[in-house]
Every structure is written in C-alpha cells, then in structure tokens.
C-alpha cells in the first residue's frame, strides 16, 4: 500500500497547477468539507449516492488522462452538488481545457447547470417520457445544444419535429440551438454533435459573450455560497436558541403567524428589521 501524501498549502497549490490528480481529488475534497464532477441523487436519509459513473465510464476511468471526480448532490436542488461551481474553479487553475459536468438528470426546475456550463447540452431519449419533459418550459430554456440520443428509434424524428417546434416559440434568442440525433453505443454522429458544441463555444466567442457568462457565474456563485452560509447559520441559531425555537412553537401551535416569526428571528439573528416593526415610544 503506498503511504498516504500530506500535503502542505504550497505543496497542494503545486501540485494543482501541474494537473496531478491525487493534488486534484485533495483540493475538491476541501472544497466540498468546507462548504456542504458528475452528480447523483443522494439518499435524504443517509445522504449516500449511487455514484455509477466509474462503472458505466470504465474505460475513461482507468484512462490516466482522465480525471474523474463523482459527488453526491446531498440534497442541494437544482441538479447539482453545491460546490460545484468551485470544483470547477479547482480543475481551472489545474489547467483543464475541457470539463464535463454530468447533472443528475434534471426535471422542471433543476436548471442551476446554466448559471454554471460554458455550453449546455442536453441529452433526450424517445419512448422513455422525455417528449413530456421537453415540453416543459424550465428545462427547454437552458439547452445551447440538444441531442436526441437512440436515432434508430421509431419516434426519434417524431421527438425531433416536436422540440424544434417548441424551440421556434422563441423568437428573440440570437443562439438557436442544433438539434442533433445520435446512437451512443454505436457512436454514430457523435462527432456531429461535438461540432455543434464547438460551433456554440465559437458563437460565444464571436459574441464576445463567453468572458460575460463566467462573469456573471462568478458573481452568481458568490451569492449563492453566502445563502448557504447565511441558511446553516440560522438553521444554528434557531437550534441554540430557546426564544427563538418557543417563536416556532408558536407558529405550529398557531399561536403566531409564520411572517411574524420571520420578523422576529430575522431581527436576532441577522439584525435585519423589515420596517414593519412599531417604533418605539418613551
């Protein structure tokens, strides 16, 4: 067994810069420990994933060019884990030019990859239900590119005819996304579909766009990691807090309405009044 390699700040810095996978898998992981690359559903139980990835990417995996790092979305909505954005930012400074970021499967409201891909693709399947997805606004409104995976299927133009219609309801997008039909096992057009996703990464270039995007990821993410901080930090001010844990009493006990509650914990524990309160008189 090769003993274990302590890394020092400089040492894992270095080691990042130079693209070292064990240096990799040791700064994501201080990532996620500090802030609770594909994702997968977590139990909201035992907050366990089934994480598949290395199974169904085995080759990739044992491929020593490829980095692959799996993690579980514990419960984060959105379809993704809520580091993600930073382990990204990890891979980055490593020198990754490209980085696929597999969501664990998104429905309606699970978009968050937007604020996060350079490119956006999303992957269809004709006869599993997905031509009822795709009606949906939430997730039509992300895809830069669209494959309809299983083009030897008997409704795989029919899913094709019905997301192009859907898809020219938007007249004011200056990037129509392709519509590619693939068959993965067999990797027919496959190389197709990558040309699109270049062509979308060229138009964002060309449109002086791709700086705009991360920019505003960036800015996203920031905003994102204090909710999450300010959340654990009222989820342990509540917890520790006789006053306020009576005022959710009151609440379920319908003693107090929610809104009322709120003023009052906000106030507390953020010492954010909303204007509402009656002034005070001496």
């Known amino acids: 067994m090769a003993a274990r390699r302590d890394f020092t700040r400089e040492s894992l810095a270095a080691g990042v810069r130079a693209g070292e996978k064990r240096a990799l898998a040791r700064a994501i992981t201080l990532v996620e420990n500090s802030d609770p690359l594909a994702y997968d559903l977590s139990s909201p139980f035992s907050q366990g994933a089934l994480l598949g990835d290395r199974i169904r990417l085995a080759d990739h995996f044992l491929d020593p060019g490829v980095f692959i790092r799996s993690m579980g979305a514990r419960g984060h909505l959105g379809g993704l884990a809520e580091a ?16 696929f970021l597999e969501t664990v499967g998104a429905g309606q409201s ?18 599993s239900g997905d ?27 029919t899913m094709q005819k019905e997301v192009r219609s859907i898809l020219s309801l938007d007249k004011e997008r200056a990037w129509r996304p392709p519509i590619v ?15 699109k996703i270049e062509a979308h990464r060229a138009f964002l270039d060309g449109e002086g766009l791709l ?40 609440v379920q006990s319908r003693e107090l309405d929610p809104l009322s509650a709120v003023r009052e914990i906000m106030d507390k524990v953020f010492h954010l ?3 509402n309160h009656r002034p005070d008189t001496h």
Not at 110 to 127: K, N, R, S, Y
Request: net charge negative.
């Open 181 to 195: 039909l693939t068959e993965a096992t067999r990797g027919e057009n496959v190389p197709g579909l990558w040309e």
């Open 84 to 99: 993600t954005l930073q382990a990204l930012l990890v891979l980055d400074a490593a020198g990754k030019e490209l980085v």
């Open 211 to 250: 700086e705009q995007r991360r920019r505003e990821n960036l800015a996203g993410e920031v905003l994102a990691v204090a909710s999450a901080r300010a959340k654990a930090h009222l989820e342990r001010a509540v917890a520790g807090d006789p006053e306020l844990r009576r005022l959710l009493d009151e």
């Open 110 to 127: 699970e978009v968050e990859v937007i604020g996060i891909a350079d490119t956006v693709l999303l992957v269809l399947m004709p006869g």
């Open 273 to 275: 009044g909303d204007g």
């Open 131 to 157: 031509s009822v997805q795709a009606l949906k606004a939430g997730i039509m409104e992300i895809p830069d590119v669209i494959a309809i995976n299983k083009q030897d299927h008997p409704a795989a133009k």
